[in-house]
C-alpha cells in the first residue's frame, strides 16, 4: 500500500481519494475509519423536542414505522432524520440490512435464534429481539460470515 498526502492550502475541505486494484478487508476498514472518523463520530437523534448526540456503537437498531425512521438503544428510542438507504451509506459495516424497514448494529447481538421454517430471530444484548425477512437472509448469512 502507497500513502500520499499533499497539502494545499487552496482547499476549503479535506478531500480523500482512495485508488484500489480490488477491495479486501484491510481497504474496507480503512475505508470504514475514514467516512466513520469524519463527520459522523456521532449521530443525531431527537426525542421531546430535544436532540442528543448518539454514538454508533450504542445504537442497536434503526427501524421505519409510519414513515418515520427511529433509533434504538437500550435505553431509549429516538427519531432520526436520515432515511434508512442514506443511513446505510453513513454507518460503519457493522451494520447491516435484517429487512425492507431495519437496519441492525451486529455488534450489539447476543444470539440468533434459527428455525426450521428458515426464520432467523435475533437476540440483542438489551434483551430486544427482532426478525430477519426472508429476503434478507441471504446477505445477512453473508455479512457474518454463516
Known amino acids: 500500500m502507497k500513502l500520499e498526502i499533499i ?3 487552496s482547499l476549503k475541505e479535506t478531500f480523500i ?10 481497504n474496507q476498514r480503512i475505508i470504514d475509519f475514514i467516512k466513520y472518523d469524519s ?3 456521532y449521530l443525531y437523534g431527537s426525542r421531546n423536542s430535544k436532540i ?4 454508533p456503537d ?4 434503526f427501524y421505519t414505522e409510519n414513515k418515520k425512521v427511529f433509533i434504538e438503544t437500550a435505553q431509549s428510542i429516538y427519531q432520526s432524520k436520515y432515511r434508512l438507504y442514506q443511513l446505510e451509506e453513513l454507518l460503519p459495516k457493522y451494520f447491516i440490512r435484517s429487512s425492507h424497514s431495519e437496519i441492525i448494529n451486529t455488534k450489539q447481538i447476543k444470539e440468533l435464534n434459527l428455525s426450521f421454517k428458515g426464520t432467523i430471530q435475533v437476540v440483542f444484548k438489551s ?3 427482532t426478525f430477519v ?9 453473508k455479512a457474518l460470515g454463516l
Open 58 to 61: 450504542w445504537i442497536v437498531r
Open 7 to 9: 497539502k494545499d492550502l
Open 133 to 141: 425477512s426472508r429476503r434478507s437472509i441471504p446477505n445477512f448469512k
Open 127 to 129: 434483551g430486544q429481539n
Open 17 to 26: 481519494k482512495i485508488y484500489l486494484s480490488h477491495m479486501n478487508p484491510k
Open 39 to 41: 463527520d459522523y463520530n
Open 52 to 55: 442528543y448526540l448518539l454514538q
